[in-house]
């Protein structure tokens, strides 16, 4: 119903920045927020920012301050701008829509992207 496209991720030395991309195609009407989360190897899934259709935001404590998520609307694309990379950030980085989709089966609530690879390295 929402199909999610990520870009941007790359390998990057410690301190530099990138910028990823997600644009949602499908029915993007009913996106509520869009989301940023990421996942190490052995890690569990992490909400790293959010954004609401409101311009509401949020971020995880680890990257506050070095991460700013923004929505262009327009282009049905949010972008998470990451500054002073660690390499404790190395992590896939997925995109998430919440929303409701009534659809032949039920109802969904939320889609994932495939992922991006960010790799900080020291």
């Known amino acids: 119903q929402v199909q999610l496209a990520e870009s941007g991720g790359g390998l990057v030395q410690v301190g530099e920045s990138l910028r990823l991309s997600c644009v949602a195609s499908?029915?993007?009407?009913?996106?509520?927020?869009m989301d940023w989360y990421r996942q190490a190897p052995g890690t569990h899934r992490e909400l790293v920012a959010a954004?609401?259709?409101?311009?509401?935001?949020y971020y995880a404590d680890s990257v506050k301050g070095r991460f700013t998520i923004s929505r262009d609307g327009a282009k049905n694309t949010v972008y998470l701008q990451m500054n002073s990379l660690r390499p404790e950030d190395t992590a896939v980085y997925l995109c998430?829509?919440?929303?409701?989709?009534?659809?032949?089966?039920?109802?969904?609530?939320?889609?994932w992207g495939q992922g991006t690879q960010v790799t900080v390295s020291s």
């Open positions: 998430h829509v919440d929303g409701e989709w009534t659809t032949p089966s039920g109802v969904d609530y939320a889609y």
């Open positions: 499908g029915r993007v009407a009913s996106i509520e927020s």
């Open positions: 954004i609401t259709t409101g311009g509401s935001t």
